[in-house]
DNA sequence: GCAAAAATCCCTCTTTCCGGTGATTTTGCG
DNA sequence: CGCAAAATCACCGGAAAGAGGGATTTTTGC
């Protein structure tokens, strides 16, 4: 028996729902929220085995109530479940600790397919928003001005703090020809400063 | 009719998820291969609608083969498939446009359901995978000195490439404070400077 | 209410960064 | 070979960062 609860502050969507899996042998609906707080109510003195949680609350966004859910009850299983198909929030949703993600309009059988695998420690994503993931992930390799080996060699001594001047040093040139370097990757990469230089570089995985 | 074609060295493996397979009605045993070049040469004149693929293969690494297969077939997807239980490989292969993780001492139908889940364009990790990466994901939270919201704020600006004096305008207070929590931060995170301070904030998601 | 933690502010001095503007030498490739 | 890109080196000057001292005032947690 899988106990699932829901937060979302759509009655409709609340209600579509509880009609979607009020039939279901082995579900059973313990209870809905329309905002953080009571969720987070309903859980000092109940529990789920599923939480289908919106993204989007009046309150707090589901990426952070998905955190502090998961920081207090490691044990409930949170699915995402949202009419945007965003893969930033899906990301940042499955960092704090999601277990997966549908689309409201997602279909009968998904929505029970992802049910039953999420309820059995599996991770499941809907495959509309498998596609927004893979796009969003993408989005890095893509237009990325060319950056010589140099360059990028520069780029990693640089991201593990050392000075053009130490930098210099290790590869046996001139402390100018670092600065070049330097300078030539805050063009190329299109930034103000080493700080933003080297937040691009690790997010598009360059170091 | 889902048709399926699995990467391989170990002829055990091939066996056991080939007479896993053999009786279902709507999945098609397309064909083998041990190595990624024979596999690639399968696919310049034949398809499959799904990939089962071995992150260690003798000529090169499944990682990379999936890259080149998502590349070359963008309709061909890829279920990787290994013993090893890494978060590492399972997030690169991820990130090269798999659809999904099993390990190979998975169920029967954790099999099945990843292959079905992933035909129909889903995305699927069996229970353990799951785990592993969500353990992967969460290695940044531990043992994190404690940073106080307004250090975790100014973190945020200077990773976006602002100044301590235009910092210090936007949140209305001293340059000399800003130059505080950037000092408090480096000595906090114990990194040398600004750009291994990004470099950490980035890697574990403080940013 | 009290102590600890956080946030705020101030000063000096040295080093590093960054923008601009050059140049020469080496290397890769058709 | 010859061109283009890469890699190298050089100087100036202002801005910013970093190391080292302090200090005070709010918040916040018991």
Not at 68 to 93: A, D, R, W
Not at 121 to 127: A, N, P, Q, R, T
């Amino acid at each position: 028996m899988i106990r699932v609860f829901i937060v979302d502050d759509h009655p409709v969507v609340i209600e579509g729902i509880h009609s979607l899996l009020q039939h279901e042998k082995d579900i059973e609906w313990v209870g809905h929220a329309m905002n953080a707080q009571s969720c987070l109510g309903y859980f000092v003195h109940n529990t789920a085995d599923i939480i289908l949680m919106d993204i989007n609350l009046p309150d707090m966004n589901g990426v952070d109530l998905c955190a502090v859910i998961k920081e207090k009850y490691p044990g409930v299983f949170v699915l995402g479940l949202s009419t945007s198909n965003q893969g930033l929030y899906i990301k940042k949703m499955m960092e704090n600790g999601a277990s997966g993600y549908i689309l409201k309009n997602s279909s009968r059988e998904d929505v029970l397919k992802a049910i039953h695998a999420v309820a059995d420690g599996c991770i499941y994503f809907s495959g509309e928003v498998g596609e927004a993931l893979k796009q969003y992930q993408k989005s890095a390799p893509v237009a990325l001005p060319a950056i010589s080996r140099r360059e990028r060699e520069v780029l990693g001594l640089i991201a593990e703090g050392y000075t053009n001047p130490e930098i210099a040093e290790k590869l046996f040139v001139s402390q100018f020809t670092v600065d070049s370097h330097r300078k030539n990757l805050i063009a190329k990469l299109n930034v103000k400063n080493t700080a933003m230089l080297i937040r691009f570089a690790v997010e598009h995985k360059l170091v």
